[in-house]
């Protein structure tokens, strides 16, 4: 079971351009401590990714608090114009990083992602998109977007991402409300994918979104936490909102939900960040402990929390 240890950290809203939510956390491995990139929005409630880095042993210890966004916002057109999300971070050979990221465009009724590629030269302090174009954008497979990738590269070298694809909306309440289900692909550098027809996780009678798939491989299998919602309400009904759930695979492509595995779940108590939601987790490991980075209420508006597994 995982145990859950309390909230590492939520924006205090001193600082401009994190004004409020720490959503998507992600941890990256420091030799020294940990740090965890995460969302956070400006006045105008665009997202840009910037970072925290804590102690290891107890990561309710801040060690530092960035003062800026690592990536900014792309220019007039482009499809990270109005928010930039970090999904996930590759260290390459030559000591660059790269940054899988979301690109926001608002629309008319709602709003349209798209996958960008960013790379840093200083160690994840800054980062720049390598192309003005998105890597994956809507098309025959992602009707409507593509987004959140999480990125893992196999032993033959082989690029892996699962993702999140929109494929419809329906108006709900007024409100067109998006319709996203978990996809797969390949690639040979990591810029040009191949899309699978096996969805990764489909929809069914609960599962009407699928929210950052967290991949790792372990034993031989591949593993993926991940949240989901139905489409109505989720916002102001905890039964139908965001709840985290575990799947495997024996080859990245065709994936069992075990959800019943996951070991985690919202709290019961009214008053703690995880009521209403839990959501956007993030699977890492040290010194042989597993550890679960992960959203609450308000898709991160409540800051991010972690939990240790516990057998």
């Given at each position: 079971?995982?145990?859950?240890?309390?909230?590492?950290?939520?924006?205090?809203g001193?600082m401009?351009?994190?004004?409020?939510?720490a959503q998507?956390?992600?941890?990256?491995?420091?030799k020294?401590?940990?740090?965890?990139?995460?969302?956070t929005?400006?006045?105008?409630?665009?997202?840009?990714?910037?970072?925290?880095?804590?102690?290891?042993?107890d990561?309710?210890?801040?060690?530092y608090?960035?003062?800026?966004?690592v990536?900014?916002?792309?220019?007039?057109?482009?499809?990270?114009?109005?928010?930039?999300?970090?999904?996930?971070?590759?260290?390459?050979?030559?000591?660059?990083i790269?940054?899988?990221?979301?690109?926001?465009?608002?629309?008319?009724?709602?709003?349209r992602?798209?996958?960008?590629?960013?790379?840093?030269l200083?160690?994840?302090?800054?980062f720049?998109?390598?192309?003005?174009?998105?890597?994956?954008d809507?098309?025959?497979?992602?009707?409507?977007?593509?987004?959140?990738?999480?990125?893992l590269?196999?032993?033959?070298?082989?690029?892996?991402?699962?993702?999140?694809?929109?494929?419809?909306?329906e108006?709900?309440?007024?409100?067109?409300?998006?319709?996203?289900?978990?996809?797969?692909?390949?690639?040979?550098?990591?810029?040009h994918?191949?899309?699978?027809?096996?969805?990764?996780?489909?929809f069914d009678?609960?599962l009407?979104?699928?929210?950052r798939p967290?991949?790792?491989?372990?034993?031989?299998?591949?593993?993926?936490?991940?949240?989901?919602?139905?489409?109505?309400?989720?916002?102001?009904?905890?039964?139908?909102?965001?709840r985290?759930?575990?799947?495997e695979?024996?080859d990245?492509?065709?994936?069992?939900?075990?959800?019943?595995?996951?070991?985690?779940?919202?709290?019961?108590?009214?008053?703690?960040?995880?009521?209403?939601m839990?959501?956007?987790?993030?699977?890492?490991?040290h010194?042989?402990k597993?550890?679960?980075?992960?959203?609450?209420?308000?898709f991160g508006?409540?800051?991010?929390?972690?939990?240790?597994?516990?057998?």
């Open positions: 079971m995982w145990v859950k240890k309390g909230v590492i950290y939520k924006p205090d001193s401009p351009h994190s004004l409020s939510h998507v956390p992600y941890a990256y491995k420091h020294d401590f940990l740090r965890i990139y995460f969302s929005r400006d006045a105008s409630t665009q997202s840009r990714p910037t970072f925290i880095d804590v102690d290891y042993d990561p309710k210890k801040i060690l608090i960035h003062d800026k966004p990536l900014e916002l792309g220019g007039p057109g482009e499809y990270d114009e109005t928010g930039a999300m970090p999904a996930w971070f590759v260290d390459r050979p030559n000591g660059d790269w940054l899988y990221y979301t690109g926001w465009n608002r629309t008319h009724n709602s709003y992602l798209s996958m960008g590629l960013a790379e840093s200083d160690g994840g302090l800054t720049k998109k390598k192309f003005v174009g998105p890597i994956m809507r098309s025959i497979q992602n009707p409507l977007w593509a987004a959140q990738p999480s990125v590269i196999d032993e033959d070298g082989t690029w892996r991402m699962w993702y999140i694809s929109g494929h419809k909306c108006w709900i309440h007024d409100y067109p409300e998006p319709y996203y289900r978990a996809q797969s692909a390949t690639s040979k550098d990591g810029i994918w191949e899309i699978s027809d096996i969805p990764t996780l489909d009678d609960f009407h979104a699928v929210g967290s991949v790792f491989k372990e034993d031989g299998l591949y593993k993926m936490y991940y949240s989901y919602r139905h489409s109505r309400d989720y916002r102001t009904d905890r039964n139908q909102s965001y985290l759930g575990y799947a695979s024996v990245g492509t065709n994936w069992e939900r075990k959800d019943h595995l996951v070991g985690i779940a919202k709290s019961d108590n009214p008053e703690d960040f995880d009521y209403e839990i959501d956007y987790a993030n699977f890492y490991q010194n042989g597993r550890y679960l980075l992960y959203n609450g209420n308000g508006a409540a800051g991010f929390a972690y939990a240790v597994w516990e057998d």
